[in-house]
Structure formats: C-alpha cells, structure tokens
C-alpha cells in the first residue's frame, strides 16, 4: 500500500482520535472503533494501527500521570497531526467520489 494511502481500519482510528479528542487513548479507541464497525478489534491491531499512524507522523501521543486510583497505570492519548487530519479528508474524499460513481442502484 502506497505510504500517503489509508487502509480501512487506519480511517477509522484516525477518525476515532478526532472525534474523541482529549479522550483518545487506545481502550477508548479501541471501543469506538469496535462499536462503528461491528467489529470486536483486537487490542494489538488498534496498538499497532495507532502505532503505524504515528510513525507516519499523522498522530502524536504522550502518556499521562498514573491514574488515581491504587496500581493506575498512565494512559497514552494522542491527537491528530494537522498532516493527520489532511490525510484524514483526503481519504474519507476519495471513498465519496468512488461512492458518488456507483450506479444508483448499487447505493440502496
């Protein structure tokens, strides 16, 4: 797959990151995604996909302080890179003008 391309499931991540904003860590990611889809993802194929995103440098992340509670672990959140966000309308572009193409009768 070409570098500035984005599969299905990158889409929807990035998307994802988006929406949720300063709520985007991977278990949230991870449900929104699931829930859009129908989908139970995995939690290594979300990881991974944010991951790949990341070194694409369409997302950036930073881990939070533990959380309060006894043995809270930091969260890692990410946003979305404005490189991100234009990769983002460029592929949800490009599925509209394909969709827009099909036949009438195959939209229903």
């Given amino acids: 797959m070409a570098r500035n391309v984005l599969g299905e499931l990158e889409t929807m991540v990035l998307l994802s990151v988006v929406e949720l904003g300063d709520d985007a860590y991977g278990a949230e990611v991870r449900r929104d995604v699931s829930s859009r889809l129908g989908r139970d993802y995995s939690v290594g194929a979300i990881y991974a996909t944010l991951q790949r995103l990341e070194d694409r440098d369409l997302l950036r992340s930073a881990e939070s ?38 036949a009438p009768s195959w939209r229903q």
């Fill in 65 to 102: 302080d533990p959380l309060p509670i006894r043995g809270g672990k930091a969260r890692r959140y990410f946003r979305a890179t404005p490189a991100g966000k234009l990769a983002l309308k460029r592929s949800v572009d490009a599925r509209m003008q394909v969709w827009r193409r099909l």
